[in-house]
């Protein structure tokens, strides 16, 4: 049953995954050691102070996820209260007042319904991606964190990550970059990693790779993650996946994961040697914006490594996404509990 909720007048079917104007965004703000209630506005616009320790310090942290429409009419939040922990992590790390969970997913209803018209209809493909921020806005010169804060969510209808959707993608292994320090913040989803990994991802694409592939910065013998995803390796029913200090603990991964256990697979977190490339049977980049996307060529120390036919998702990577995007969507019965009904 399709909703019967009004929708904004967008070609669904074709949105790109760029930002599109919705009516309101919500924010709080942190003065004298408390954060206020949200207020919800219409400025997509921000008057900062020209010394915030976000614009000199970096002192800013983010997340990502989705929100759907599903096959019954229903709208939905796919796992924001690991979106709200992973949040509190990031803002440990670099002395950001922790921003409360409740306050967070309350936050996220509000501007969801405020912006209803723009979730996407089911079956269009598209979704509702949310992005939290927090920024240390109270003026400072010198070196520490801010006294207060702004923390903000808005929200934006996007459709694929990548133009071709689930379609294979070349990768190549950035030797000569690194996207983050062996006990740095990598783990952390603040802005830094990102800056820091677009000289990798430009040098990728001018090699004709729309993926980059890190290694680990100590020895650049283990595989770390994809530029914007972590990677994921399929060998003999197992399910492989990094595990290192200086990656993103994706959410995404964690709930493939999950599904590959219960289709049987058996899952490995461990350290992955560059070497081991060759004997993965289909790799994926997997993350909140794309879910999945299939990896069909990694190219390292002039030898490409393919996987899969090279025209086409393996078979194991498209149902792990499938029933990944059937729960997400109400297909399937969302038996984990991971989505939250946004009335």
Same mark, same amino acid.
């Given at each position: @049953?399709?909703? /019967?909720?009004?929708?904004?007048?967008?070609?669904?079917?074709?949105?790109?995954?760029?930002?599109?104007?919705?009516?309101?965004?919500?924010?709080?703000?942190? #003065?004298?050691?408390?954060?206020?209630?949200?207020?919800?506005?219409?400025?997509?616009?921000?008057?900062?102070? @020209?010394?915030?320790?976000?614009?000199?310090?970096?002192?800013?942290?983010?997340?990502?996820?989705?929100?759907?429409? /599903?096959?019954?009419?229903?709208?939905?939040?796919?796992?924001?209260?690991?979106?709200?922990? #992973?949040?509190?992590?990031?803002?440990?790390?670099?002395?950001?007042?922790? +921003?409360?969970?409740?306050?967070?997913?309350?936050?996220?209803?509000?501007?969801?319904?405020?912006?209803?018209?723009?979730?996407?209809?089911?079956?269009?493909?598209?979704?509702? &991606?949310?992005?939290?921020?927090?920024?240390? /806005?109270?003026?400072?010169?010198?070196?520490?964190?801010?006294?207060?804060? *702004?923390?903000?969510?808005?929200?934006?209808?996007?459709?694929?990550?990548?133009?071709?959707?689930?379609?294979?993608?070349?990768?190549?292994?950035?030797?000569?970059?690194? #996207?983050?320090?062996?006990?740095?913040?990598?783990?952390?989803?603040?802005?830094? !990693?990102?800056?820091?990994?677009?000289?990798?991802?430009?040098?990728?694409?001018?090699?004709?790779?729309?993926?980059?592939?890190?290694?680990?910065?100590?020895?650049? #013998? &283990?595989?770390?993650?994809?530029?914007?995803? !972590?990677?994921?390796?399929?060998?003999?029913?197992? &399910?492989?996946?990094?595990?290192?200090?200086?990656?993103?603990?994706?959410? /995404?991964?964690?709930?493939?994961?999950? *599904?590959?256990?219960? @289709?049987? @697979?058996?899952?490995?977190?461990?350290?992955?040697?560059?070497?081991?490339?060759?004997?993965?049977?289909?790799?994926?980049?997997?993350?909140?914006?794309?879910?999945?996307?299939?990896? !069909?060529?990694?190219?390292?120390?002039?030898?490409?490594?393919? +996987?899969?036919?090279?025209?086409?998702?393996?078979?194991?990577?498209?149902?792990? &996404?499938?029933?990944?995007?059937?729960?997400?969507?109400?297909?399937?019965?969302?038996?984990?509990?991971?989505?939250?009904?946004?009335?």
């Amino acid at each position: @049953m399709a909703s /019967t909720k009004p929708k904004a007048d967008l070609d669904w079917g074709n949105l790109p995954f760029a930002y599109h104007k919705a009516d309101y965004n919500i924010r709080f703000y942190y #003065r004298d050691g408390q954060w206020s209630a949200g207020e919800l506005v219409s400025d997509e616009f921000l008057s900062l102070h @020209m010394a915030a320790p976000c614009l000199h310090y970096g002192q800013e942290a983010f997340e990502g996820l989705k929100v759907f429409e /599903t096959e019954d009419g229903r709208i939905v939040s796919f796992r924001a209260v690991e979106n709200s922990k #992973r949040l509190q992590r990031s803002c440990d790390r670099i002395y950001i007042p922790r +921003f409360p969970e409740e306050a967070f997913l309350d936050g996220l209803r509000q501007v969801v319904r405020a912006n209803s018209k723009y979730v996407p209809p089911f079956g269009t493909g598209a979704s509702l &991606y949310v992005r939290p921020l927090v920024i240390g /806005t109270g003026a400072r010169v010198g070196l520490g964190p801010a006294d207060e804060y *702004i923390f903000i969510i808005f929200v934006t209808p996007v459709g694929p990550y990548y133009k071709g959707g689930f379609t294979p993608v070349k990768a190549l292994v950035v030797e000569d970059f690194d #996207r983050a320090a062996p006990n740095g913040v990598g783990d952390c989803k603040v802005g830094g !990693n990102y800056a820091a990994g677009l000289g990798g991802g430009q040098f990728a694409k001018e090699k004709g790779y729309p993926v980059p592939l890190y290694l680990d910065s100590r020895e650049k #013998r &283990y595989v770390d993650e994809f530029g914007t995803s !972590n990677f994921i390796g399929i060998k003999k029913k197992t &399910y492989v996946t990094p595990a290192s200090r200086s990656i993103l603990p994706s959410i /995404t991964n964690k709930s493939l994961a999950a *599904i590959a256990e219960d @289709m049987g @697979m058996k899952v490995e977190r461990r350290k992955i040697d560059v070497a081991e490339l060759g004997d993965f049977e289909e790799v994926g980049a997997v993350g909140t914006a794309a879910v999945i996307t299939p990896v !069909n060529c990694i190219h390292y120390a002039g030898k490409d490594y393919r +996987f899969g036919n090279g025209e086409s998702a393996g078979p194991v990577i498209t149902s792990l &996404y499938k029933r990944l995007v059937d729960i997400q969507t109400g297909v399937a019965e969302d038996t984990y509990g991971w989505l939250e009904e946004i009335e």
